[in-house]
């Protein structure tokens, strides 16, 4: 996609998001209401389908398109599993196979695959008790399978989307085949999607906290203008800027470096880095605002409790840290400096 | 969304740039070794070393983006980035050059007289000549514009009197750019400074030290009692000092050397928790690598930025923030995690000394080339909160 149409695509999705993802929505999905409607306006959209080949629906988007968007999902909390069923369908279309409509998710863990049947449970899988279809890749095979076929124990998480532990006890499969990605690639996929989620949503607060300051009067005078405050702001924004540079980099490195292996090392050290961050944003942001964005009516908690449950998804800090530590490590001393300008490791 | 964005689009360095560094590296793995050892244990942007700049100088990569005819190889902004990080990524004493080359050089390239072009940048891109800064004052730290300085007009130049302090380097480097008044009064602000071309050898000029709380003498402070200074070492107008200082300044905070001051403490700490830590000490390992690694995207993003034609003033004060921060936090998270990782006793009792030294030296990250309040402020200006 050039640089016009991705712009445009954005500005679409962002102005899409504002008006139909609103604060009641989001709300909804924490009390288990499936949004229908905006689920099926998401799909009329093309959103799920825009990494995938035009022949088999899609946009023909590239990974980086995808990601683009979902950074902007991130920064209206969408409550629905539009990047897990996104990057489920690249990989679908990568391993040949077409992908149907409906909410997917990725259930990668530790699955065994024997012949068209898969076997195992993975916990915390998103919005498990919603999806119609769970998608994995066991060894070189990616499996799909229905949710009919899949037993879900609903743990929901503490930003409210409906999570679940999925089991599958010899589960017959939707679709097998050869997957474009090893399972480890996948998971690294499914670390740079959250990381960029995490990305407008980190925006997301930045904006949410100084609009608020700049509103919110209190000894006569905007808080804004109090020095106080904006030494806090101005420390929000450094690591606010800190989460989308890095997300963003190692997005543009994956994309450039290709699916099966592209921007490993930057994948790990942005995910580590969205991770570690997403204390010090919501620290700060919920600082500023006072009790007002403490409570439930606000919207603040939108974003700092998917903050807080997204730096634990797909690795946290310390999942990625220690891969990353692990490989420098093992390169020794001299190894550190090409390592940090090579930007590739090999865990 | 009402506030601007700030943004790093991520910027691969180009070609010629990656070209250079495996050019940079090679030179750095055959010299470093030969050249005269500093006191530093561990060397870096501060460590001054007069020998190992003549060599960087002899490869033409100091001021390596000014033209041919001041003796600069006319390559670009990128070129110098990649030179910059490969001598703090490899520790290279670079103390001697690093102000001429990042500020002073280019000050004098973009306002100087050609008399002084002509003097001066064949001198600094040999390794021959070193600056120092004359910005700060006893009672002007961070409000700049509140110089006492003077330096009243005489016939033939100007009689210089006041005081100059946190001078780094003045009593080993040949030249200091000074912040003065030339006319009106002291609480004139921004009008009526200038700066100044000062020799440091000049009558009248005392250069005395300053010792940090670490034992070093790199400060200085450096008095002006009736120092004549000649007409022909005024750089640029009369009265334009406050305009020519904040360019200088937009050099001094946006490079990679506000985030690898320190580099040792990592490299050491590699060094010390041997080929295969515990789970747990890589996991803190990696997180402090990433942390660097997401800075090297933020600043390569700034180069980038600078080299577009853009000038990124409030996303530089953000990395030199993120940074500087970085670079304190860094000694205190290596020196605990070294206490329980570290592979041997001795190994770990020599990390301690290293960390030690990193944390006495860790306050000046965060106060030279702009305090934290003040770079906040920027921040802050930035989102339209002032």
């Given at each position: 996609?050039?640089?016009?149409?991705?712009?445009?695509?954005?500005?679409?999705?962002?102005?899409?998001?504002?008006?139909?993802?609103?604060?009641?929505?989001?709300?909804?999905?924490?009390?288990?209401?499936?949004?229908?409607?905006?689920?099926?306006?998401?799909?009329?959209?093309?959103?799920?389908?825009?990494?995938?080949?035009?022949?088999?629906?899609?946009?023909?988007?590239?990974?980086?398109?995808?990601?683009?968007?979902?950074?902007?999902?991130?920064?209206?909390?969408?409550?629905?599993?539009?990047?897990?069923?996104?990057?489920?369908?690249?990989?679908?279309?990568?391993?040949?196979?077409?992908?149907?409509?409906?909410?997917?998710?990725?259930?990668?863990?530790?699955?065994?695959?024997?012949?068209?049947?898969?076997?195992?449970?993975?916990?915390?899988?998103?919005?498990?008790?919603?999806?119609?279809?769970?998608?994995?890749?066991?060894?070189?095979?990616?499996?799909?399978?229905?949710?009919?076929?899949?037993?879900?124990?609903?743990?929901?998480?503490?930003?409210?989307?409906?999570?679940?532990?999925?089991?599958?006890?010899?589960?017959?499969?939707?679709?097998?085949?050869?997957?474009?990605?090893?399972?480890?690639?996948?998971?690294?996929?499914?670390?740079?999607?959250?990381?960029?989620?995490?990305?407008?949503?980190?925006?997301?607060?930045?904006?949410?906290?100084?609009?608020?300051?700049?509103?919110?009067?209190?000894?006569?005078?905007?808080?804004?203008?109090?020095?106080?405050?904006?030494?806090?702001?101005?420390?929000?924004?450094?690591?606010?800027?800190?989460?989308?540079?890095?997300?963003?980099?190692?997005?543009?490195?994956?994309?450039?470096?290709?699916?099966?292996?592209?921007?490993?090392?930057?994948?790990?050290?942005?995910?580590?880095?969205?991770?570690?961050?997403?204390?010090?944003?919501?620290?700060?942001?919920?600082?500023?605002?006072?009790?007002?964005?403490?409570?439930?009516?606000?919207?603040?908690?939108?974003?700092?409790?998917?903050?807080?449950?997204?730096?634990?998804?797909?690795?946290?800090?310390?999942?990625?840290?220690?891969?990353?530590?692990?490989?420098?490590?093992?390169?020794?001393?001299?190894?550190?400096?090409?390592?940090?300008?090579?930007?590739?490791?090999?865990? | 969304?009402?506030?601007?964005?700030l943004?790093f689009?991520?910027?691969?360095?180009?070609?010629?740039?990656?070209?250079?560094?495996?050019?940079?590296?090679?030179?750095?793995?055959?010299?470093?070794?030969?050249?005269?050892?500093?006191?530093?244990?561990?060397?870096?942007?501060?460590?001054?070393?007069?020998?190992?700049?003549?060599?960087?100088?002899?490869?033409?990569?100091?001021?390596?983006?000014?033209?041919?005819?001041?003796?600069?190889?006319?390559?670009?902004?990128?070129?110098?980035?990649?030179?910059?990080?490969?001598?703090?990524?490899?520790?290279?004493?670079?103390?001697?050059?690093?102000?001429?080359?990042?500020?002073?050089?280019?000050?004098?390239?973009?306002?100087?007289?050609?008399?002084?072009?002509?003097?001066?940048?064949?001198?600094?891109?040999?390794?021959?000549?070193?600056?120092?800064?004359?910005?700060?004052?006893?009672?002007?730290?961070?409000?700049?514009?509140?110089?006492?300085?003077?330096?009243?007009?005489?016939?033939?130049?100007?009689?210089?009197?006041?005081?100059?302090?946190?001078?780094?380097?003045?009593?080993?480097?040949?030249?200091?750019?000074?912040?003065?008044?030339?006319?009106?009064?002291?609480?004139?602000?921004?009008?009526?400074?200038?700066?100044?071309?000062?020799?440091?050898?000049?009558?009248?000029?005392?250069?005395?030290?300053?010792?940090?709380?670490?034992?070093?003498?790199?400060?200085?402070?450096?008095?002006?009692?009736?120092?004549?200074?000649?007409?022909?070492?005024?750089?640029?107008?009369?009265?334009?000092?406050?305009?020519?200082?904040?360019?200088?300044?937009a050099?001094?905070?946006s490079?990679?050397?506000?985030?690898?001051?320190?580099?040792?403490?990592?490299?050491?700490?590699?060094?010390?928790?041997?080929?295969?830590?515990?789970?747990?000490?890589?996991?803190?390992?990696?997180?402090?690598?990433?942390?660097?690694?997401?800075?090297?995207?933020?600043?390569?993003a700034v180069a980038g930025m600078m080299?577009g034609?853009k000038s990124p003033a409030i996303e530089a004060a953000l990395v030199?923030?993120?940074?500087?921060?970085?670079?304190?936090?860094?000694?205190?998270?290596?020196?605990?995690?070294?206490?329980?990782?570290?592979?041997?006793?001795?190994?770990?009792?020599?990390?301690?000394?290293?960390?030690?030294?990193?944390?006495?030296?860790?306050?000046?990250?965060?106060?030279?080339?702009?305090?934290?309040?003040?770079?906040?402020?920027?921040?802050?200006?930035?989102?339209?909160?002032?």
């Open positions: 996609m050039d640089k016009e149409s991705r712009d445009m695509l954005l500005e679409t999705a962002d102005r899409f998001f504002s008006e139909r993802c609103g604060k009641d929505v989001v709300n909804g999905v924490e009390k288990g209401v499936w949004p229908k409607d905006l689920w099926k306006e998401i799909e009329e959209m093309g959103l799920p389908l825009i990494a995938v080949p035009e022949d088999k629906g899609g946009a023909s988007g590239t990974l980086a398109d995808m990601l683009a968007v979902l950074r902007v999902a991130g920064s209206h909390a969408v409550p629905v599993p539009l990047a897990e069923t996104a990057l489920a369908n690249l990989l679908i279309a990568e391993a040949d196979g077409v992908p149907a409509t409906g909410p997917s998710t990725l259930a990668l863990g530790a699955l065994t695959l024997s012949g068209n049947r898969v076997s195992g449970k993975v916990d915390r899988v998103p919005f498990a008790s919603v999806a119609q279809r769970f998608v994995t890749v066991i060894g070189e095979s990616l499996a799909v399978v229905t949710a009919e076929n899949a037993n879900v124990t609903e743990t929901p998480t503490h930003a409210g989307e409906p999570y679940g532990t999925v089991s599958f006890d010899n589960s017959p499969c939707e679709f097998v085949g050869k997957s474009a990605v090893s399972a480890d690639r996948a998971f690294e996929l499914a670390a740079l999607m959250r990381a960029m989620q995490m990305a407008g949503a980190a925006d997301k607060v930045l904006v949410t906290a100084v609009e608020y300051c700049k509103q919110r009067s209190q000894f006569g005078r905007p808080i804004s203008t109090f020095q106080a405050i904006q030494q806090m702001l101005a420390e929000l924004a450094s690591h606010v800027a800190a989460t989308i540079a890095t997300a963003e980099a190692a997005s543009c490195d994956a994309d450039e470096g290709g699916l099966a292996d592209g921007g490993s090392f930057s994948i790990a050290a942005a995910k580590s880095q969205c991770s570690d961050f997403a204390q010090k944003i919501a620290a700060i942001s919920h600082q500023s605002m006072g009790a007002m964005g403490f409570t439930h009516e606000h919207i603040l908690h939108h974003y700092t409790r998917r903050l807080w449950v997204w730096r634990r998804d797909f690795g946290s800090e310390s999942f990625w840290g220690a891969k990353i530590g692990a490989a420098v490590a093992k390169a020794g001393p001299d190894g550190l400096w090409p390592a940090l300008t090579a930007s590739r490791y090999a865990a | 969304m009402s506030i601007p964005k943004e689009p991520p910027f691969h360095l180009p070609d010629e740039a990656e070209a250079l560094r495996g050019e940079v590296r090679a030179f750095l793995k055959e010299t470093l070794p030969k050249v005269k050892k500093t006191e530093d244990r561990f060397s870096s942007w501060n460590t001054p070393s007069p020998d190992f700049s003549r060599e960087l100088g002899k490869k033409g990569w100091i001021g390596i983006t000014w033209p041919k005819q001041y003796g600069g190889s006319e390559r670009s902004f990128l070129d110098r980035y990649v030179v910059t990080e490969e001598l703090l990524g490899n520790l290279a004493p670079a103390g001697s050059h690093w102000v001429a080359d990042r500020q002073s050089g280019p000050l004098l390239l973009r306002f100087g007289s050609e008399e002084q072009r002509q003097a001066i940048l064949p001198r600094i891109t040999a390794g021959e000549c070193f600056f120092s800064i004359g910005m700060s004052e006893p009672d002007s730290g961070s409000d700049l514009a509140s110089v006492r300085t003077r330096a009243e007009p005489v016939p033939g130049g100007f009689r210089v009197n006041g005081t100059k302090v946190w001078t780094s380097g003045a009593h080993r480097n040949h030249y200091c750019i000074a912040l003065v008044r030339t006319s009106g009064q002291h609480g004139d602000r921004h009008k009526g400074l200038s700066q100044i071309l000062v020799d440091l050898k000049t009558p009248g000029v005392t250069i005395r030290p300053i010792i940090n709380l670490a034992g070093r003498h790199d400060w200085n402070e450096v008095t002006f009692s009736d120092a004549f200074i000649p007409e022909s070492c005024l750089i640029g107008n009369e009265g334009d000092g406050w305009l020519q200082v904040t360019s200088e300044l050099f001094e905070r490079g990679p050397e506000r985030f690898m001051q320190n580099f040792y403490v990592l490299r050491e700490l590699v060094r010390v928790l041997g080929r295969q830590p515990a789970k747990r000490a890589a996991a803190i390992l990696g997180r402090i690598v990433a942390r660097l690694w997401t800075l090297r995207q933020m600043s390569v080299q034609g030199k923030d993120l940074g500087t921060i970085y670079q304190q936090d860094l000694p205190e998270i290596a020196r605990v995690l070294a206490e329980s990782d570290a592979t041997t006793e001795e190994d770990m009792a020599d990390f301690l000394d290293v960390a030690q030294y990193a944390t006495m030296m860790a306050p000046s990250y965060t106060i030279q080339g702009g305090t934290t309040q003040v770079l906040r402020g920027i921040v802050a200006r930035g989102l339209g909160l002032r």
